[in-house]
């Protein structure tokens, strides 16, 4: 069975919507971020990155959520990319930005040890986070078709984009100033592999 090494509030719960959507059964192990278990040589030796999510497939450990939720379509849901290649693309250009940018611009509230050594870079890099994160809202919001990113149609793009939505408040950002992203949250919460998500602990 697939094992998926997550903790609460990460985007480890990408890979759980996407697993939920396919009815694939997988076994969730819990890192306890609290005592820095991701930091130990243990976890390590899972994902010598020491971040989650880490997905332990049959012929190997996977990281990236990217790779992961690539991986899981190809092998499980493959209805959770588009057929046609200019949508797939489209799809990816979410996903890169995702990772690229708006999780970047999250990390820049609690993880600015990542970039600079002195305590009032981190201050500076946590007090721009309520604008970058509304920034990369305005061009999300700008993409969404309603419901879900492309329609009503669920993608992949849609599972990853619906953690990093649920940080916006903690990020300082009014989900209300973007009345589409909110109605896309709304949508997949109701969503039974959202749901399962939320009863686990993984989000909320
Ligand atoms: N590029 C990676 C980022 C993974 C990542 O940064 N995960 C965070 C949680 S959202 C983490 O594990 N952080 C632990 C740490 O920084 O110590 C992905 O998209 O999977």
């Known amino acids: 069975m697939l094992k998926l090494y997550w903790a609460p509030n990460t985007i480890a719960s990408a890979t759980a ?3 939920n959507e396919g009815n694939v059964p997988w076994e969730g192990i819990r890192v306890d971020f609290a005592s820095g278990e991701q930091t130990k ?9 020491g971040r989650v999510p880490a997905l332990v497939t049959p012929e ?13 379509a190809a092998t499980e849901v493959p209805s959770l990319v588009p057929v046609d290649p200019l949508h797939a693309a489209r799809m990816r250009e979410v996903m890169y930005f995702l990772a690229s ?5 999250h990390a820049h509230k ?23 994160m509304a ?3 305005t061009y999300i919001e700008a993409l969404i ?46 969503r039974p592999s959202v749901r399962t998500a939320h009863d686990m602990g993984m989000i909320g």
């Open 41 to 49: 040589p243990a976890f390590h030796k899972v994902n010598p990155k």
């Open 110 to 132: 609690m993880r600015g040890a990542r970039w600079a050594d002195e305590k009032r870079s981190w201050a500076d890099m946590t007090a721009k986070v309520p604008e970058t």
């Open 135 to 137: 920034l990369s809202c």
């Open 145 to 190: 078709a309603g419901p879900f990113l492309f329609g009503d149609h669920v993608t992949l793009a849609d599972a990853w984009l619906y953690p990093i939505s649920c940080w916006l408040e903690a990020d300082g950002v009014d989900i209300a100033d973007f009345p589409k992203l909110a109605a896309f949250r709304a949508a997949m919460a109701s």
């Open 17 to 19: 919507i996407v697993l």
């Open 101 to 105: 940018t708006m999780h970047v611009n």
């Open 60 to 72: 190997g450990v996977l990281t990236e959520t990217g790779a992961i939720l690539e991986y899981l």
